[in-house]
């Protein structure tokens, strides 16, 4: 990981280390300024319950409902995934426009994107997978809690998949 790029606005220099984390490029890396207590974390817990709840309800977690997609004999999904493309667009363009900061009051900062092909690679692998299993890495806890068990095996698989990449990472041509 000690591959930096000078092209993407988040590789400021080699020494940069958010958390023992060097910035190589990716804009992933959390730059919040304050750390958060354990039972302020504990409204993202909260809230991720309750987002489970909603994909349960909604049949968004249904690997039925994903295979239907893919066959395209239904606009269920496409209409959800549709819905949070534009409610992403509309916030992330609110957060720009009006300079929203965070709750305790930090600049929300959004790096731009730099296009690379193996975006195109990687979209291609996480269809597949999608496809296969029947879940991306969201819903795969809503289907646990809802009572999937054979959704373990994708989950740790997706973990493995995580595992290797940062492996590998400093390897593959970013």
Known sequence: MEKIHRHSPLAESADTDFDNIKVDGCDGANRQQTAESFTANLKYLLVGILFGIIFV??????????????????????GVIGSAVAVGLLSIWLIKRF????????????????????????????????????????????????????????LLSAIAGTWFYGLIRARLPH
């Open 99 to 154: 300079n929203i900061k965070t709750i305790s009051g930090e600049t929300v900062s959004i790096a731009d994107k730099v296009f690379d092909k193996g975006q195109i690679y990687g979209g291609g692998l996480f269809g597949i997978g999608w496809a296969i299993t029947g879940a991306c890495p969201g819903p795969l806890f809503a289907q646990i809690g809802a009572g999937y068990l054979a959704v373990a095996v994708t």
């Open 57 to 78: 309800k909604a049949e968004i977690v249904s690997w039925f409902r994903i295979q239907e997609m893919f066959r395209l004999d239904s606009f269920h999904m496409y």
